[in-house]
C-alpha cells in the first residue's frame, strides 16, 4: 500500500501557502495606486492571514487527535520549498516583480493566475492524501474559490 498524505500534513502546506499569499499581496497593496484595486488586494492580504490561522485551528484540532506522525520542523522545511516553487512567489521574486504590481490589469491577472495554481496544487493532492482527509482539502479549495471569485468582481468592476 503507498503512503499517503494525511490532513495534517495537507494543513501544514496550506498554512504555507496563505503565508506566501499574504506577502504576495502585500506587495501589490504596497504599489498599487489604484484605491479600489489597492482595497480589494488588502481584503485579500488580509484573508490570506484570516486562512492561515483557520488552517493552524484544523492543524491544532488534528494535533490533539494524535493524527500526526511528523516531525513539524522537518516537514516544514520540505512542505516551505515545495510550495515555493509550486504556488505563490517568494519574497525576493514578488519583489522583483512590484514595478508591474502597480497596474491593476497585471496584479489581476497575476493574482488570478496564482489562485487558480493554488486551486490546481490541492486537487493534485486529493489522489496522494487519505480518502478521509479529503474534506480538509475541500474545504481549503472553497476557501480559494472565493479569493477567485472576488479577483474577477474587482476586474469587472475597473473594466478592465
Known amino acids: 500500500m503507498e503512503a499517503k498524505y494525511a490532513?495534517?500534513?495537507?494543513?501544514?502546506?496550506?498554512?504555507?501557502?496563505?503565508?506566501?499569499?499574504?506577502?504576495?499581496y502585500d506587495s501589490v497593496v504596497r504599489v498599487m495606486k489604484n484605491p479600489q484595486a489597492r482595497e480589494i488586494f488588502q481584503f485579500l492580504s488580509d484573508?490570506?492571514?484570516?486562512?492561515?490561522?483557520?488552517?493552524?485551528?484544523m492543524l491544532q484540532e488534528v494535533h490533539q487527535k494524535n493524527e500526526s506522525g511528523y516531525d513539524d520542523e522537518t516537514v516544514t522545511f520540505y512542505f516551505r520549498s515545495l510550495i515555493?516553487?509550486?504556488?505563490?512567489p517568494t519574497s525576493e521574486e514578488a519583489e522583483s516583480m512590484e514595478k508591474d504590481l502597480g497596474d491593476p490589469l497585471v496584479a489581476i491577472h497575476i493574482a488570478l493566475s496564482l489562485e487558480k495554481e493554488s486551486i490546481l496544487f490541492y486537487h493534485e493532492l486529493l489522489p496522494v492524501t487519505n480518502e478521509k482527509d479529503h474534506p480538509v482539502i475541500d474545504k481549503i479549495i472553497d476557501e480559494e474559490?472565493?479569493?477567485?471569485?472576488?479577483?474577477?468582481?474587482?476586474?469587472?468592476?475597473?473594466?478592465l
Open 145 to 159: 474559490r472565493d479569493h477567485i471569485q472576488r479577483i474577477l468582481k474587482l476586474k469587472s468592476d475597473l473594466q
Open 7 to 24: 490532513g495534517s500534513e495537507i494543513l501544514q502546506m496550506a498554512v504555507e501557502i496563505e503565508k506566501h499569499g499574504k506577502a504576495f
Open 47 to 57: 484573508e490570506e492571514e484570516r486562512h492561515e490561522v483557520i488552517f493552524r485551528k
Open 84 to 88: 515555493e516553487k509550486k504556488v505563490f
